[in-house]
């Protein structure tokens, strides 16, 4: 299942920039919907202290001295070393949380792989999945998380489904 680009029923984008989620901790994506048929880019300068973004794409910040960890990864089906990548995403969102750090994670449209990543580090931080995954559509979009293979991922925990995807290859 691949679900990068533009599905039926689906906005283009969220209505704002990114959405605090917990606090300190933010989903966001490159673009927003300012009105019906117009997006808008999304640059961050410094109003986070850590930006992870799921996608490399130059020019949408952010500023110079904010940390910035980029691992792109698909809206798609993840092998073993893309799943690590985001268990440790979800870490050092968990480390930057403790030491009272604001946050960004962020893709392209702040639906599904900042979902995942958001929804990895609420699960470590004692959410059962299911909770995780309602109080980021809840806070974000009704429409993050619309990629079910993540879902399931979260549901079956990242370790489990890393080694499945690892022994598979």
């Known amino acids: 299942m691949r679900t990068q ?11 704002r920039p990114w959405s605090e989620i917990v606090p300190g901790l933010w989903m966001g994506g490159q673009e927003y919907l300012v009105r019906p048929g117009r997006l808008e880019r ?3 300068r410094d109003e986070f202290d850590v930006v992870q973004s799921l996608l490399r794409v130059a020019g949408y910040g952010p ?10 990864i ?8 893309q799943l690590a990548g985001v268990m440790r995403l979800a870490r ?3 480390e930057s949380l403790d030491a009272g750090r604001r946050v960004l994670v962020r893709c ?3 639906y599904n792989r900042s979902g995942l990543v958001i929804g990895h580090a609420l699960t470590r931080r004692g959410h059962s999945a299911e909770e995780a ?3 980021i559509r809840a806070r974000r979009s009704a429409w993050a998380l619309h990629n079910e293979l993540f879902v399931e991922y979260l549901r079956a925990g990242l370790s489990t489904a890393r080694l499945l995807e690892e022994l598979a290859e």
């Not at 599905?7 to 209505?15: L, M, R, T, V």
């Not at 500023?63 to 691992?71: N, T």
């Not at 809206?75 to 070393?81: R, Y």
């Open 108 to 110: 392209h449209h702040g």
């Open 5 to 15: 680009g533009r599905q039926p029923g689906i906005p283009p984008a969220p209505e």
């Open 74 to 81: 698909p809206d798609g089906p993840l092998d073993g070393t």
């Open 63 to 72: 500023d110079p001295g904010v940390e910035h960890h980029v691992w792109p």
């Open 92 to 94: 050092a969102v968990d």
């Open 42 to 44: 999304v640059v961050v």
């Open 133 to 135: 995954i309602r109080l």
